[in-house]
C-alpha cells in the first residue's frame, strides 16, 4: 500500500492563526518520536501542533526523488548527501569532523566539538528526522541492559524493565513494519509473548554472510570464565519484506510502501539496492514520514515547518511551560525570521539527544538535578576489515543483513563494554571507502586498465569482508552537550557544544573487540588488513595501542529517565521531574544505550508516552490560564 | 443473445489460456515505453507506466490462479504465446495497431485505447466476426472467425461461462491449492493478489482485472478506490492528476510534469532483422529475446506448483531491465539516429535457465 | 583540425575498460563523457590521446602483449596523456570526473580539469565498476529481494583470482 500524504498539509496551518490556539500538545520535532506520538495523540481525538525545523515540503515522490537525485549527483555518499542543507536549521555532517587538538574546539561546523575526542554523529533536519538516513536495524534491548548498576556495578539502572518495555516494542515493531523472525531473536533473555511473530518474516542472510557463517558458527569464546559459541545471526530490520501471514493472530499484516501524494506503489519490498544509508530509493525502508502522513491524515494535527524552536518558556511559579518560541524563517537561505509562539497544555521536545538539551539549556533550563546535556552516550564503533580467500560477493543486499549478537551480554558486563557485530555487506566503505578507493588505487597507482582492472577490483572489492563492533558506551556526566551564547547559528540559536571521551570500560571492549576480530580472521583464512591512522579525527588509544573509533548517530542519555528526581531529568513517562507539562522524549531519556541501536526502543517508549500524555490531558482538566486574552471559540475546551 | 462459447472445463481453459496471452501482449508494449525514458526525468509518466506494468503482471498472476483453481496449467511458452508487433486489439467496432514505441503522444494515446473501457452496445454486438487477415489477441479460441468486441466484453464471457460451469459441475473448482500463487509472493501492486480456491474467489480475481484494466467501465475509481488503468493514462493526456470527487474529463489535482523529448526515441517495433547482421548489437539484441523466453520459463514454473518460483522472475525482470536499458542507448545503424530496442521475439519454449 | 570523434573516443574505451561498445553507449553516456574529456583537457589533448591509441593498435598489429607495451610506452607513461588516460577509464568505472592534478594543470593548462565532479545524475548509476563486481550501484539498479543470498554474478574467468 501506498501511504498518501495530504497534499498542501506542510502549508496549510497559518503560523499566526495557530498562535492564538491552544492545543493540546504541542511537539518540537518530525522526526519518528514526535510523529508517533502526534499520531498516537490525534487517534485519541487530541488537537496536536508539530514544528519542524527542516523545510516545509509536502512529502511527494518527486520530493523524494529530488532526494535521490542530490544522492546520485553529490560526489560526497555521505548520510546527509541526499538531504538539503539549511542555513537556518543546520545539520551536522560527518564529512565536516577533524581531528580535535587539545584544548582547541573545533567550530567550523555546525556542532561544536571540545574533544577530546571527535565525533562524526549526525541527525538530519527534515521531516522524518534523522529515520531518513538511518540503516533501519531494530533489536530490542536485552534485559540486562535496563538492570546494569544492579548487575554489573556499572552505568545506571533504569525505571523500567524489559518486561515493562516488551508490549510497547511489539507496538513499535509494528508501527516500524519489522521484518524478522522470532527464533532467531530469542537470545540473551530477549523473549516473546508465546503467539508473537514479527510482521514481515526475516530477510535472508546475504551470501557473503553465509561465508562467513560457514566458519565462524560454533567458534567457542571464553570470557571472564563463561563458554559461548558465535553465530551469524540475523538482524531484525525495518523494512519491507515477506508479509507474515501468521502475524495479529493470523491477520497478516500489509507492508506499507512510498509516500505520495497520489497513487503510485512501490517499495512494499525491499529491493537489495544496498543503499539503507544513506537513502532508501524505493522508501521500503521506514521512515518517519510514513507515521507523520498518518498523523496528518488525522486532520486533527497542525505542522508548521521552517519553524526552530528558539526557547522554552516557563512559569516561574508553578515551574510549568507556558509557550514555546520558535523563530520561522521563509528560505532555507534566509537570515530573516518571524519570532511565533506555540502554546498547548501538554509540551513534547522530540528533536533528539543532542537538540533537545541544547534547546532547555538555550533557555536557562539546566534543571533541578543539574543533569541537562550529562550523560552523552552514542555507540562507539571499531572496525576491522579484511579480505576473504574467495569471492564473497560484497556490495550486494541491505547495508547489513546478519552479524554476531553472542558478546552483546555475559557476565563480563563486569569488567568491560558488551558489543553487536555487523557483517558489513558494503565492504570497506565505511572504513576505507570502498569500492571507489579501490578503484582509484588500481588505476593511479596499479598500472591497471582493461581486464586486469576488471581481475583487480573482482580480487580487491568482491573479497572485502568488514566487522564493525558496536561498542556500549555508559553513561558518563562529562560527556555533555552545552551552550555557549558565543556560538550561534545563523537564526541566533545556540549551537550545541560537544565534549566527549571514551571512557575505559568501553576501551576494554574496544581492545578485546579487536583481539576478538584477529581469531575471527584467522578463523575464516582471511587476510586482515586492518590498520589504524594516528591522524584519523577519532583516533584513541587504549593500553599502548590505537584505535580509530566512529560515532553511530545513536545519541543518547542528555535527559535520563530515572526514578529520581535529583539523578535524572525525566521520569519513566518521559515527563520532565521539573515542568510537569513537557516531555522530552527520545534516545535522551536512554540511562543506558546496550548494544541496541535505538530507534526501536525510542518508538517503544513514545509508544508508552503517549498514552502517560493521554492520561494526564484527561486528568488535568482544570482551566488552563492563557497568557492572553482571544483565546479562539472553537477552543471552547480550554476555558472550561 | 448469441450461443455461448464457453461450454465445458476445457472451453474455459482455453479462454483463460487467451487471457494469460493477453495480459502478457501488453507488458512489453509497457515496458518499451517505460525504459525509453531517460533515467531521473519525466518520474510522473514513468510511475503511472510502470505501476500499470507491475499489474499487468498481477493480472496475469491473477488469471494464473484461476486457471489453476479449475485444474488448468499456465503455459507462457507456447509458441505464439508472445505476439508478433504490431499486435491488434479491439476497440468496439474496429480493431487498433500496438506496437512497440518509445514515450510519447502516440505511445499514449495507444495505452488509452488498449485500456479503455468499452461496453457493446447490445449483448448481440459482444461477439463480431474477424476479417481473415487480422491476428487478432482476442479471438475466441473456441468460435473459429470470432472475436470480441473489446477485452471487456471478452471478460464478461469468461465470468459467464464460469458462473454456468460451476453451477453445473461442483467439482469445477478442484484445483490443486498448492499451485496458488499468494500475497508472500507476489507484492508491489495496487491491490492484492487473490488466492483462488471457488467460484467466489475466482469471480474476485476476474473482477479486480476488469476493474483495474481493460474491463467495462465502472467510473474513474474502482471499489478499493483505485484509478483505473484507461483514467490513469488520460491524466497524461491532461497533464492532471485525478482526485477524489473528479469527473472523467475535469481532473483537478496536482499538475504533471512531461517532457517529452527526455526520451531516447527507439525505433517502432523494431525486428532482429533491423539490426546488423554479425553485430555486437545484434547479438545483444537477441540475448535478450533468449533472456525474455527464459523469464516466461521462470513464470510458467512459478504458475506450476513452484509459486516461490516467483521471486527469481523478478530478479530476472530487474536484470532484463538492464538489458532492455542497454539496447535502447544504442543507436540501432542504419535506422536514421533512431535507436536499438528489444524485438520480444520469443520463439517457442524460451530460453536456458541457469 | 577535427572534432575528436565518438567512434575514435569509443574505440578507445572499449581497451581500457575491457567493456563492449554495446556495453559503453548501452550506458547512454559515450557523448557526454567526451564532451566531458574534451571541455576538460581540450580538443589538443583529446585527439592527442585517441591517436596515440591508434598508433599503438597499428604498431602492435594484434599482438596483445605488444599492444600493452605500446599502450604503457605511448599513453601511460606519459606525463600529459597518462593521467587523461587513467581519468577516462574512471569516468567509465565510477561515473566520477576526478580533478586532474595541479602539475597536469600547470602543464597543459584547462583549468576546469581539476575540477571533480559527476557528469550527470545518471552517470553514478551507470559507472562500470558495480557491473565489475557483480553488484549494483547503491542506491540505482537493485537486483531483487533476496537475490543477495546467492552467489554474485561474476564471470567465471575472474573467480580463481590473481590475490594468491
Known amino acids: 500500500m501506498f501511504v498518501k500524504f495530504p497534499q498542501g498539509a506542510t502549508e496549510r496551518t497559518d503560523k499566526d492563526a495557530a498562535a492564538e490556539v491552544l492545543y493540546d500538545v504541542v511537539i518540537v520535532g518530525a522526526g519518528i518520536a514526535g510523529s508517533i506520538i502526534a499520531a498516537q495523540l490525534s487517534e485519541a481525538g487530541k488537537r496536536v501542533l508539530i514544528l519542524e525545523a527542516g523545510p516545509a515540503e509536502d512529502l511527494t515522490l518527486r520530493g523524494y526523488e529530488s532526494y535521490l537525485d542530490r544522492f546520485y549527483s553529490s560526489t560526497s555518499k555521505d548520510n546527509q548527501a541526499p538531504y538539503p542543507a539549511s542555513l537556518a536549521a543546520p545539520m551536522p555532517r560527518g564529512t565536516d569532523t577533524r581531528r580535535i587538538a587539545p584544548g582547541a574546539p573545533d567550530t567550523s561546523a555546525y556542532l561544536v566539538q571540545s574533544g577530546p575526542l571527535a565525533s562524526d554523529t549526525t541527525y538530519t533536519r527534515v521531516l522524518g528526522g534523522t529515520t531518513m538516513h538511518w540503516e533501519g536495524k531494530t533489536p530490542r534491548m536485552l534485559p540486562d541492559d535496563f538492570r546494569m548498576r544492579t548487575l554489573y556495578g556499572e552505568g545506571v539502572d533504569w525505571p523500567l524493565s524489559y518486561e515493562d518495555l516488551a508490549p510497547y516494542y511489539a507496538e513499535a515493531e509494528r508501527v516500524i513494519g519489522v521484518s524478522a523472525d522470532v527464533e532467531d531473536q530469542s537470545f540473551l533473555g530477549i523473549t516473546f509473548d508465546e503467539r508473537y511473530v514479527y510482521p514481515m518474516k526475516g530477510l535472508p542472510l546475504s551470501y557473503l554472510d553465509r561465508m562467513v557463517a560457514k566458519d565462524v558458527d560454533g567458534m567457542p569464546v571464553e570470557l571472564d570464565g563463561e563458554q559461548t559459541r558465535l553465530r551469524v545471526r540475523p538482524f531484525p530490520q525495518g523494512r519491507n519484506g515477506i508479509p507474515n501471514p501468521a502475524y495479529d493472530g493470523g491477520n497478516g499484516f500489509v507492508p506499507q510502501g512510498a509516500v505520495s501524494t497520489y497513487q503510485v506503489e512501490v517499495g512494499e519490498r525491499c529491493q537489495g539496492n544496498n543503499n539503507c544509508v544513506p537513502i532508501c530509493p524505493v522508501q521500503a525502508k521506514y521512515h518517519a514520514g510514513k507515521t507523520l502522513t498518518v498523523a496528518l491524515e488525522s486532520g486533527r494535527v497542525d505542522l508548521i515547518a521552517q519553524a526552530v524552536a528558539y526557547r522554552v518558556h516557563v512559569d516561574p511559579e508553578t515551574g510549568r511551560v507556558q509557550e514555546i518560541e520558535y523563530r520561522r524563517y521563509k528560505r532555507p537561505d534566509s537570515k530573516a525570521f518571524t519570532t511565533v509562539r506555540a502554546r498547548g497544555r501538554l509540551y513534547v521536545l522530540a528533536t533528539n539527544a543532542v537538540e533537545n538539551p541544547r534547546l532547555m539549556l538555550a533557555s536557562g533550563l539546566r534543571g533541578s538535578s543539574g543533569l541537562m546535556g550529562r550523560n552523552f552516550m552514542d555507540h562507539a564503533y571499531l572496525l576491522t576489515w579484511g579480505l576473504l580467500p574467495e569471492v564473497a560477493g560484497t556490495f550486494r543486499g541491505t547495508n547489513c543483513t546478519g552479524g554476531i549478537s553472542d558478546l552483546r551480554g555475559g557476565r563480563f558486563r563486569r569488567n568491560q563494554a558488551a558489543f553487536a557485530v555487523d557483517i558489513h555487506n558494503d565492504g570497506w566503505g565505511w572504513s576505507r571507502g570502498a569500492p571507489m578507493t579501490d578503484l582509484l588505487d588500481l588505476v593511479d597507482n596499479g598500472g591497471r586498465y582493461g581486464e586486469s582492472l576488471r581481475q583487480g577490483l573482482v580480487d580487491r572489492v568482491s573479497h572485502q569482508l568488514l566487522l564493525a563492533f558496536m561498542v556500549e558506551v555508559p553513561a558518563s556526566p562529562s560527556n555533555r552537550i552545552t551552550v555557549d551564547p558565543s556560538y550561534t547559528d545563523r537564526l541566533g540559536n545556540m549551537r550545541p557544544i560537544l565534549t566527549y571521551a571514551i571512557p575505559d570500560y568501553t576501551m576494554r571492549g574496544v581492545a578485546y573487540a579487536r583481539q576478538l576480530s584477529k581469531r575471527i580472521f584467522a578463523r575464516l583464512g582471511a587476510e586482515d588488513h586492518t590498520d589504524y591512522d594516528p591522524n584519523f579525527w577519532g583516533y584513541a588509544t587504549y593500553e599502548g595501542q590505537g584505535y580509530e573509533i566512529r560515532g553511530g548517530n545513536h545519541l543518547a542519555g542528555t535527559h535520563m529517565m530515572g526514578s529520581d528526581p535529583s539523578t535524572s531529568v525525566v521520569d519513566a513517562d518521559q515527563r520532565s521531574w521539573d515542568h510537569q507539562n513537557l516531555f522530552l522524549v527520545g534516545g535522551g531519556s536512554f540511562p543506558t544505550v546496550g548494544t541496541s541501536n535505538i530507534t526501536l526502543t525510542i518508538a517503544a517508549l513514545c509508544r508508552r508516552s503517549a498514552r502517560a500524555m493521554l492520561t494526564q490531558l484527561d486528568r488535568e482538566q482544570a482551566p488552563v490560564q492563557l497568557a492572553t486574552a482571544g483565546a479562539p471559540s472553537h477552543r471552547e475546551e480550554a476555558g472550561r | ?354 | 583540425m577535427t572534432a575528436p570523434s565518438l567512434d575514435d573516443f569509443v574505440a578507445l574505451s572499449v581497451d581500457l575498460t575491457a567493456f563492449g561498445e554495446t556495453d559503453l553507449l548501452g550506458t547512454g553516456l559515450g557523448s557526454p563523457y567526451l564532451a566531458k574529456l574534451r571541455g576538460a583537457c581540450g580538443d589538443a589533448v583529446v585527439t592527442a590521446l585517441f591517436a596515440a591509441h591508434q598508433a599503438a593498435r597499428a604498431e602492435s598489429a594484434g599482438d596483445p602483449d605488444g599492444f600493452d607495451r605500446a599502450l604503457r610506452y605511448r599513453i601511460f607513461s606519459d606525463d600529459c596523456l597518462g593521467p587523461v588516460a587513467r581519468n577516462v577509464i574512471k569516468l567509465w568505472y565510477a561515473g566520477t570526473w576526478y580533478g586532474l592534478p595541479p602539475e597536469w594543470t600547470d602543464s597543459y593548462g584547462a583549468q576546469s580539469a581539476a575540477q571533480t565532479s559527476t557528469v550527470t545524475a545518471a552517470s553514478y548509476q551507470e559507472g562500470l565498476l558495480w557491473r565489475a563486481i557483480g553488484a549494483n550501484p547503491p542506491g540505482a539498479k537493485a537486483p531483487g529481494f533476496g537475490s543477495w543470498a546467492e552467489p554474485p554474478r561474476i564471470d567465471d574467468r575472474y573467480l580463481k583470482g590473481a590475490r594468491r
Not at chain 2, 40 to 46: R, V
Not at chain 2, 186 to 213: N, P, T
Not at chain 2, 256 to 265: C, F, P, S
Open chain 2, 1 to 354: 443473445m448469441t450461443d455461448p462459447t464457453i461450454n465445458s472445463r476445457d472451453d474455459l481453459i482455453r479462454y483463460l489460456d487467451a487471457a494469460l496471452a493477453l495480459e502478457h501482449a501488453t507488458i512489453p508494449v509497457y515496458l518499451t515505453a517505460y525504459y525509453s525514458i531517460h533515467s531521473t526525468t519525466n518520474s510522473d509518466a514513468a510511475h503511472i507506466i510502470r505501476v500499470t506494468a507491475v499489474e499487468e503482471m498481477l493480472h496475469l498472476t491473477l488469471v494464473a490462479n484461476v486457471m489453476n483453481a479449475v485444474g488448468g496449467s499456465p503455459d507462457l511458452t507456447r509458441p505464439g504465446f508472445v505476439p508478433s508487433y504490431p499486435a491488434y486489439l479491439p476497440d468496439g467496432e474496429d480493431d487498433f495497431t500496438v506496437d512497440l514505441r518509445p514515450f510519447s503522444p502516440e505511445a499514449v494515446e495507444t495505452f488509452c485505447k488498449i485500456e479503455r473501457p468499452r461496453k457493446a452496445p447490445d449483448p448481440q454486438a459482444r461477439l463480431m466476426a474477424v476479417r481473415p487477415e487480422e491476428s487478432l489477441l482476442v479471438g475466441s479460441p473456441t468460435a473459429s472467425g470470432i472475436r470480441f468486441y473489446s477485452i471487456g466484453e471478452f471478460y464478461e464471457e469468461i465470468m459467464e461461462g464460469l458462473q454456468r460451469l460451476a453451477a453445473e459441475d461442483p467439482k469445477l473448482f478442484s484445483g490443486d491449492e498448492s499451485r496458488q500463487v499468494g500475497p508472500e509472493q507476489f507484492y508491489s501492486g495496487g491491490g492484492m493478489i487473490i488466492e483462488v480456491h471457488d467460484l467466489a474467489s475466482a469471480c474476485r480475481a476476474l473482477q479486480l482485472i476488469s476493474e483495474q484494466g481493460e474491463g467495462l467501465d465502472t467510473g474513474v475509481y474502482d471499489a478499493e478506490g483505485e484509478l483505473a488503468h484507461y483514467y490513469r493514462f488520460r491524466q497524461l493526456q491532461f497533464g492532471r492528476y485525478y482526485q477524489k470527487g473528479d469527473k472523467a474529463d475535469a481532473p483537478s489535482g496536482p499538475e504533471l510534469d512531461i517532457d517529452w523529448d527526455e526520451v531516447w526515441k527507439v525505433k517502432v517495433s523494431p525486428k532482429l532483422a533491423d539490426y546488423p547482421p554479425g553485430s555486437e548489437l545484434a547479438a545483444a539484441a537477441a540475448a535478450f529475446n533468449t533472456d525474455y523466453g527464459a523469464f516466461l520459463t521462470l513464470l510458467t514454473r512459478a504458475f506450476n506448483g513452484e509459486p516461490d518460483r516467483l521471486q527469481d522472475a523478478v530478479w530476472w525482470m530487474f536484470r532484463l531491465r538492464d538489458s532492455v536499458n542497454r539496447l535502447i542507448r544504442n543507436p540501432l545503424p542504419g535506422s536514421d539516429g533512431l535507436h536499438a530496442g528489444p524485438t520480444f521475439e520469443v520463439t517457442g519454449t524460451g530460453g536456458a535457465l541457469s
